[in-house]
C-alpha cells in the first residue's frame, strides 16, 4: 500500500480580512475553517495516512483562542495515522511560551493524532509496517534570511531506512518573489540535494507544481487551501500524494475552497467590449467570488451607462465587487462630426489628439475640458 | 449634394408620407403640428443616424420616431443629387435594421460604409450641419439671445456660434487655454516631472519625510501617497522583524529561565541540608588527616626514641673502621706516590750516565779552528779565479806538414810534449800560452795583454799554501777539513743535549736527595689496592651517614611530636578524642541527601543553586524588558500586516500611474493647441463679418450698418444711432441672427454645393423685411438648395412665388 498524504499550508486562520464589508468578511473567515473541514473530510474519504500542514495554519502567534479550538476540532477529525502540523513564518514557532502553540498544544491535548513539530528534529512513524521519516524545518520569525533547511541532509544520512519527507515554509527561489530574501528563501538546488524523497511547503500561497497531477516532483507548495486575495486567483488547493518505496509515485492536486477572488483588468473601448466583460464575469460563480475589477478606457455616455448598470447588476450577485475604474467619454471621428463643426479649433484639436496613440486619453481629456469651458 | 424627394414609410406619425424636394427652394408649408418637425428630423437622422445602434441609442435617436402605440421600426428613404449622380438613401431602424446607398448601378449595404459614403458627399460634419446649415426657430431665437445676453463678451463668431447653438460646436481658445493651463497647474504642481519627483525647495528634497505642504498637484498627491504606503509598508516589516528579534531574546530568555527554574525547583529543598554537608565535606578530610597524623605519631615516637639509642651505641665502632681505613688509604696512597720517585730516580741515573759518555766523546774528536777553515776557503776561491783566467785565455793550435815532423808543444805552464805533424794536421788547445819548438824554431803565442806568468806563478803559491794547510789538519782535501770541523759541532750539540735531559729529571732537586727519597720510600708498609681500600671505605661511610641521617629523622620527628602533642600520653589521649569526632561527622554526611551528578561538592551545589536563583532573577527583570519591548512593538503594529500594507501600495501606485498620465495627456492636449493655433487659418468663418453685414444690410434694406468688435457685432448704426445689440427691436434682432445664420452657411458651403434648412426664421419680420429677406433666400437658393419650412401661408406664397412678394 502507497503512504497517503494530504498536504495543505497557508491556512491563515485568523486572518482578519478588515478590507471587506462585515457580512463578507464573516463569510471570507467561516470559510477558511469551512474549506480546512472539507480537506479533512477528502482525506478521511481517501484514507489519507498523513495530514500535513506546512505552515501559517495560523494567521499570526496572537489568534483567539476560539479560533485555535475550532481549528483542533476541525483536524481532530482526520482518522489517519497523524495530523503533522509545522509553524510557518506567520504562526513561528519561538519556544513553548509562544502563545498560538501553547494554547493550540493545550487544545489539541486529548487529540493523540495531532502531532506539533515545532522544533527541527526528525519524527518517525510506523504504518503498515513501513517507516516514515518527518524532516520538519519550522519558522523561528516571521522573517528570516538564513533558510531553516539546512541541517536535513546531514539527518537524511541518518535514516537511511524508510520514506524520507522533509516539511518547510518559505519562498523558494523561481516560485515566489522575494527580491530581499527575507522569508527563509530556499533554492529548487538545496531542496534537491537534502536526501528526502520531496519537499511539503508552504508560503507563497500558489500551488506548485502548476499541472493538475503527476507522478515526480522534488517539491510540493501547497497553495493556502482557500483563496484569501485578489492576488490569489486558485480555486482553493491541497496535494494528495502517494508515496511508496522512497519515492512519491502520484499526486494530485485537491481543491477543498469554495470562495474565490477575481480581478479583470479591461481596456473598454466599444459596447462590446463591455458585453464581453459582462459575460465574462456571469461566468463565475458569482455567490462564492469577490470580483475587484480593474476596468479603463473610453466608451460613449450611453456605454458607460450601460457599464454602471452592468456592475450594479454584478453587485447584486457578486459575493463582493471593488473596481478602481477609469472611463473617459469616447471620443471618436463620428463623435467629433456629431459635435464640433468642420475646421473649428475643437473638431481640429481633437482629431489630431485621436490619432495620438502615446496618449490615449489625450483626446477624451480634450472633449470634456471642451465642454467644461463651454459650460464656464 | 441637392435633396430630391424623402418618403417616410413609417416614421413618426407618417405611416407613409413622401415629399417632393427637387427644387433649389422648397418650401414646406402648413399649421402647426403637421409634421415639420417630423420630417426635418427624418431627413437629419436619414442622413446621420447609422442604422446599426445599441438598444440604448437606438432608444434616445430614433424612439421618439417610432409610429405610436407599438410601432418598432421607423424609415425613411431619401433621394439626391450629387456631383451630376442621382442616389437612393434607404434607412430602417429599429426592428430589420437596415442601410442602403445605391446610385442605380453600385449599391452600398453596410452601415458604416453608408455612413462613411454619406460624410464624404455631404463634406461637413453632423455638427456644421445641425448648428450651422440647419436653424430652426429655437436656434435663432438663440442666436438673438446670445447676441444680446453676450454683447461685449463675445470675442468672435465661434463664441457666438456656441453660445448661439448651446452646443460644443467649437470652443474659444483663451478660455480653453485658461482651463488647461489649470488642469495643468492642478496636475502637476509641485512636481518635477523630468526628475519625476517632488520639485526641490533650495535644493533640498521635498519628499514624504519632508513633504510640500501647499499647492500639492494630483501626481504628487498621488505620489505622496503611494511613498507613504510603501513607508508604511518598510516600516510594519521593519517592525515585524523587530518583533522577531525581540520574540526570539523572549524565547533565548524563557528558555534560560526555564532551566534555572527546573533547577531550582528540583534542589531548592535540599539547599539547608546541602550546606551543611559542604561544611562536612570539609571537616571530614580535615579530621581524617588529624586523626592519621596522630595514628602516626603514636606509633613512630617509641620507635623513633629506640632507633635513637641504638645508634649512639653503634656509631663509635663504625668510626673507628673508619679511621682505620683512611690510615690504609693514606699509606697507599703513599706507596702508590713513591713508586713513581723511583721509577724517576732510575731514569735521573740513566740519564747522568748518557750525558757523561758524551762530554767524553768531545774531547776525543780532532777539529780545524773557523779561523784555518777561513784560510782554506780563500786559498780555494783565488785558486778558482786564476784557473778562471786562463781557462778564459784558451788558445787552439793546428800543424800540418807535407812531410811528418817532431813538434815539441808547452801548453800553458805545462811541460812539452811532442807530436808528430804530417800532412794530416796535429790540432789542440792550450790555456794562456802554447810554445811550439822544431827545427830550432820556437813560436809562442799567449792570449791576453797582461803577462800570464803572474798568473801561472800566483796559481802555484796558492796550490802549495793549500796543500800545506790540508797537511796540517789531516785531511787530504777542504772539503775533508770542512766534513770534521761539522761532525766536532754535533758532538758537542748532542752532549750539551744529554745534560739538559739529566738536569730535566732532576726536576730542580739535587741527585743526591733523590738517592735519599727513595730510601724512605722502601720503609713503608704493604697495603691493599686502593680499590679495595675505596670500597670499604664507601660502605662504612655511608653506614655512618645514614645511621646519623636516620637518628637525626628520629630527633626530628620527635621534636615534632613534643611541640604538638608535648607526650605521648597526651597524644593517646588527643587522638582517642579526633577518632570519635571523625566518627560522628562521617555517620552525619551519610544521613544528609546525597548531591546531583555534575557537582563535586555541596558548596558547589549550593553556589550552583545560588547562582541559579540569581540568574533567575535577572532573566525575569530581563524578561520583563523584553516583553514590554515587544508589547510596545506590537501596539505599535496594530493589526496591520506588511502583506495588507504591500497591496495598498500596489494600489497607490496605480493610482499615481493614472494621475501622472492624465497630467501628461493634459500637456499634450496644450502642445497640440499650441500648435494648432500657430497654424490656424484654414476656419470657413475667418471672413464671417463681412457677409453678416452684408446680410444684415440687404434685409434692412440699408437702413442700418453693423459695426463689429473683431468678427462679433458690436453695435447697429440707424440713421446715426448707435444700438447695441442689446438694444434691438424683436425685428432687429431677427434680422441680425438671420444675417448671422446665413452668413454662416453661405460661409459653409461657398462652392454652392449642398443645401440649407431653415424652420420659420422670418416670423418675427415686418413685410418689407419679410420681402428683403425672402429675396435673400431665392437668391442663396440659385446657388444652394433652400428647405423651408414655415406655417404661415404668406411667408411660402412669397418665398415661392416672386409676383405675391411683388404684390406685398
Redesign the interface.
Known amino acids: 500500500m502507497p503512504i497517503r498524504i494530504v498536504h495543505t499550508a497557508d491556512n491563515h486562520i485568523g486572518l482578519?480580512f478588515?478590507?471587506y464589508p462585515t457580512e463578507v468578511r464573516n463569510r471570507l473567515v467561516a470559510e477558511r475553517f469551512a474549506a480546512i473541514g472539507r480537506l479533512v473530510e477528502m482525506a478521511n474519504a481517501r484514507e489519507a495516512d498523513f495530514f500535513v500542514v506546512a505552515g501559517d495554519l495560523f494567521d499570526s502567534?496572537?489568534v483567539k483562542a476560539d479560533d485555535i479550538t475550532k481549528t483542533v476540532g476541525l483536524l481532530s477529525g482526520f482518522t489517519g495515522t497523524a495530523v503533522i502540523v509545522v509553524p510557518g513564518n506567520h504562526d513561528?514557532f519561538?519556544?513553548?511560551?509562544?502563545e498560538v502553540w501553547k494554547r493550540f498544544r493545550d487544545a489539541s491535548a486529548a487529540a493523540s493524532t495531532i502531532d506539533i513539530l515545532a522544533t527541527p528534529a526528525v519524527k518517525s512513524y510506523e504504518v503498515d509496517g513501513q517507516t516514515v521519516h518527518f524532516f520538519p524545518c519550522p519558522c523561528?520569525?516571521?522573517?528570516?534570511r538564513e533558510p531553516t533547511i539546512d541541517w536535513v541532509a546531514a539527518a537524511t544520512r541518518d535514516h537511511a531506512d524508510g520514506l524520507r519527507i522533509g516539511i518547510a515554509h518559505g519562498n523558494v527561489t523561481g516560485l515566489g518573489l522575494d527580491a530581499a530574501a527575507?522569508y527563509f528563501n530556499m533554492t529548487p538546488a538545496a531542496l534537491e540535494a537534502s536526501g528526502v524523497a520531496t519537499w511539503l511547503l508552504g508560503h507563497i500561497h500558489v500551488p506548485f507544481p502548476t499541472f493538475e497531477s503527476g507522478t515526480q516532483s522534488p517539491y510540493f507548495m501547497a497553495g493556502t487551501h482557500s483563496p484569501d486575495?485578489?492576488?490569489c486567483r486558485h480555486a482553493g488547493s491541497a496535494w494528495w500524494i502517494e508515496c511508496e518505496g522512497h519515492q512519491v509515485t502520484r499526486f494530485e492536486r485537491l481543491s477543498p475552497g469554495r470562495i474565490r477572488f477575481a480581478r479583470i483588468e479591461r481596456e473598454l473601448l466599444a459596447?462590446d467590449d463591455i458585453t464581453t466583460l459582462l459575460a465574462e464575469c456571469r461566468a463565475l460563480d458569482a455567490p462564492a467570488t469577490i470580483l475587484d475589477l480593474?476596468l479603463s478606457g473610453r466608451l460613449?455616455k450611453?456605454?458607460q451607462?450601460?457599464l454602471d448598470e452592468g456592475i450594479r447588476r454584478l453587485d447584486d450577485t457578486f459575493l463582493h465587487v471593488s473596481h478602481?475604474n477609469?472611463i473617459h467619454d469616447r471620443i471618436d471621428a463620428?463623435k467629433?462630426?456629431?459635435?464640433?463643426?468642420?475646421?473649428?479649433?475643437?473638431?481640429?484639436?481633437i482629431t489630431?489628439?485621436l490619432a495620438?496613440a502615446?496618449?490615449p486619453?489625450?483626446a477624451t481629456?480634450?472633449h470634456e475640458?471642451?465642454?467644461?469651458?463651454?459650460q464656464? | 449634394m441637392k435633396l430630391t424627394s424623402v418618403r417616410l414609410c413609417p416614421f413618426g406619425r407618417f405611416t407613409d408620407a413622401s415629399w417632393d424636394l427637387a427644387k433649389p427652394l422648397v418650401v414646406v408649408h402648413g399649421p402647426n403640428e403637421i409634421g415639420k418637425s417630423t420630417l426635418r428630423q427624418a431627413i437629419v437622422h436619414a442622413l446621420?443616424t447609422p442604422t446599426n445602434l445599441?438598444p440604448?441609442?437606438l432608444a434616445?435617436a430614433i424612439g421618439p420616431w417610432l409610429p405610436l402605440p407599438a410601432g418598432d421600426y421607423a424609415a425613411v428613404t431619401l433621394t439626391f443629387e450629387h456631383s451630376g449622380t442621382a442616389w437612393t438613401l434607404e434607412k430602417r431602424w429599429g426592428a430589420g435594421p437596415a442601410s442602403r446607398l445605391s446610385d442605380g448601378t453600385t449599391s452600398l449595404g453596410d452601415p458604416e460604409a453608408v455612413?462613411k459614403r454619406l460624410?464624404n458627399m455631404l463634406e461637413?460634419?453632423?455638427?456644421?450641419f445641425?448648428?450651422?446649415l440647419f436653424t430652426g426657430q429655437a436656434e435663432l431665437e438663440r442666436t438673438i439671445d446670445a447676441i444680446k445676453e453676450n454683447a461685449g463678451g463675445l470675442r468672435d463668431i465661434?463664441d457666438l456660434?456656441?453660445a448661439a447653438a448651446s452646443?460644443?460646436?467649437?470652443?474659444?481658445?483663451q478660455?480653453?487655454r485658461t482651463?488647461?493651463d489649470a488642469?495643468v497647474r492642478a496636475a502637476f504642481s509641485r512636481w518635477d516631472d523630468e526628475r519625476e519627483r517632488p520639485e526641490r525647495q533650495n535644493g533640498q528634497e521635498r519628499g514624504i519625510s519632508n513633504p510640500w505642504k501647499k499647492e500639492i498637484g494630483d501626481i504628487l498627491a498621488a505620489w505622496y501617497d503611494w511613498q507613504a504606503s510603501e513607508a508604511e509598508h518598510h516600516a510594519i516589516?521593519d517592525v515585524?522583524?523587530e518583533?522577531?528579534?525581540v520574540?526570539?531574546d523572549?524565547?533565548?530568555i524563557?528558555?534560560a529561565i526555564?532551566e534555572r527554574e527546573t533547577f531550582v525547583t528540583k534542589h531548592g529543598g535540599l539547599r539547608g541540608d546541602l550546606a551543611e554537608r559542604g561544611q562536612l565535606e570539609e571537616r571530614e578530610p580535615r579530621l581524617a588527616q588529624s586523626v592519621a597524623a596522630m595514628k602516626e605519631a603514636f606509633s613512630g615516637w617509641p620507635k623513633a626514641q629506640a632507633e635513637i639509642d641504638a645508634w649512639q651505641k653503634r656509631k663509635p665502632e663504625i668510626e673507628s673502621q673508619l679511621k682505620k681505613l683512611r690510615q690504609e688509604r693514606t699509606d697507599a696512597d703513599a706507596r702508590r706516590a713513591g713508586a713513581a720517585t723511583s721509577a724517576s730516580f732510575d731514569r735521573i741515573k740513566q740519564a747522568k750516565q748518557v750525558s757523561e759518555v758524551a762530554e767524553k766523546e768531545v774531547g776525543k774528536l780532532a777539529h780545524p779552528g773557523d779561523d784555518v777553515l777561513n784560510e782554506i776557503a780563500g786559498l780555494e776561491k783565488e785558486i778558482a779565479r786564476a784557473e778562471n783566467q786562463l781557462a778564459a785565455r784558451t788558445l787552439s793550435w793546428r800543424i800540418e806538414s807535407e812531410n811528418p815532423e817532431a813538434v815539441a808543444i808547452e801548453r800553458g805552464n805545462d811541460a812539452a810534449e811532442t807530436v808528430t805533424a804530417g800532412p794530416e794536421a796535429a790540432s789542440g788547445t792550450a790555456q794562456g800560452r802554447v810554445r811550439l819548438r822544431t827545427a830550432g824554431v820556437t813560436l809562442t803565442v799567449e792570449s791576453g795583454a797582461d803577462a800570464v806568468d803572474a798568473i801561472f806563478a800566483s796559481l802555484a803559491s796558492n796550490r802549495t799554501a793549500l796543500s800545506e794547510k790540508l797537511a796540517a789538519c789531516g785531511v787530504a782535501s777542504a772539503e775533508d777539513a770542512r766534513t770534521i770541523a761539522h761532525k766536532h759541532r754535533e758532538s758537542v750539540t748532542s752532549a750539551a743535549t744529554q745534560k739538559k735531559i739529566y738536569d730535566g729529571f732532576l726536576l730542580g732537586k739535587p741527585f743526591e736527595e733523590w738517592a735519599e727519597q727513595v730510601m724512605v720510600l722502601a720503609a713503608i708498609p704493604a697495603t691493599r689496592d686502593l680499590a679495595a681500600i675505596d670500597d670499604e671505605l664507601a660502605t662504612v661511610g655511608q653506614r655512618l651517614a645514614s645511621g646519623e641521617a636516620e637518628a637525626a629523622q628520629s630527633d626530628e620527628a620527635i621534636v615534632r611530636w613534643t611541640k604538638h602533642y608535648a607526650d605521648p600520653d597526651a597524644l593517646g589521649e588527643q587522638l582517642l578524642e579526633e577518632q570519635g569526632e571523625l566518627k560522628k561527622t562521617a555517620e552525619r554526611l551519610k544521613a544528609i541527601p546525597g548531591l546531583s551528578a555534575g557537582f563535586a561538592t555541596a558548596k558547589a551545589f549550593v553556589e550552583a543553586l545560588d547562582g541559579a536563583i540569581a540568574q533567575r532573577s535577572a532573566a525575569e527583570k530581563q524578561l520583563t524588558g523584553k516583553r514590554e519591548e515587544l508589547a510596545t512593538l506590537?501596539e505599535r503594529l496594530g493589526?496591520r500586516r506588511s502583506?495588507?500594507e504591500d497591496?495598498r501600495a500596489e494600489?497607490a501606485q496605480?493610482?499615481f500611474v493614472?494621475a501622472h498620465?492624465?497630467g501628461?495627456?493634459?500637456l499634450?492636449?496644450r502642445a497640440?493647441?499650441d500648435?494648432?493655433a500657430a497654424t490656424?487659418g484654414?476656419?470657413?468663418?475667418a471672413a464671417f463679418s463681412v457677409k453678416v453685414a452684408d446680410m444684415f444690410s440687404r434685409i434692412t434694406g440699408a437702413a442700418a450698418v453693423l459695426e463689429f468688435d473683431g468678427q462679433v457685432p458690436a453695435n447697429v448704426v440707424r440713421e446715426a444711432v448707435t444700438l447695441p445689440p442689446e438694444r434691438l427691436s424683436q425685428g432687429g434682432s431677427g434680422a441680425l441672427a438671420l444675417a448671422v445664420r446665413l452668413a454662416m452657411a453661405e460661409a459653409?458651403l461657398a462652392d454652392g454645393d449642398g443645401f440649407i434648412m431653415l424652420d420659420d426664421p422670418l416670423v418675427h419680420f415686418d413685410a418689407t423685411r419679410m420681402s428683403a429677406a425672402a429675396d435673400i433666400l431665392r437668391r442663396f437658393a440659385t446657388r444652394s438648395q433652400v428647405i423651408y419650412f414655415t406655417c404661415h401661408d404668406h411667408h411660402a406664397d412669397r418665398l415661392e412665388s416672386p409676383a405675391a412678394q411683388q404684390r406685398a
Do not use: M, W
Open positions: 482578519p478588515k478590507q502567534t496572537r513561528h519561538t519556544g513553548p511560551e509562544t523561528p520569525s516571521k522573517t528570516g527575507q486575495s485578489i492576488r459596447a480593474q460613449a450611453d456605454e451607462a450601460s478602481e477609469v463620428a467629433i462630426a456629431e459635435t464640433y463643426r468642420s475646421g473649428g479649433l475643437a473638431e481640429r484639436l489630431a489628439l495620438d502615446e496618449h486619453d489625450a481629456l480634450a475640458l471642451i465642454e467644461e469651458a463651454s464656464a | 446621420f445599441t440604448k441609442r434616445l455612413q460624410a461637413h460634419s453632423e455638427a456644421t445641425r448648428h450651422v465661434r456660434l456656441g452646443a460644443g460646436a467649437d470652443v474659444d481658445e478660455k480653453l482651463l488647461l488642469k516589516l515585524e522583524k518583533c522577531d528579534r520574540g526570539l523572549v524565547a533565548v524563557e528558555e526555564r506590537t493589526d502583506e495588507d497591496e494600489a496605480r493610482a493614472r498620465a492624465k501628461r495627456a493634459y499634450r492636449i497640440e493647441l500648435r494648432i490656424s484654414n476656419d470657413p468663418l459653409y
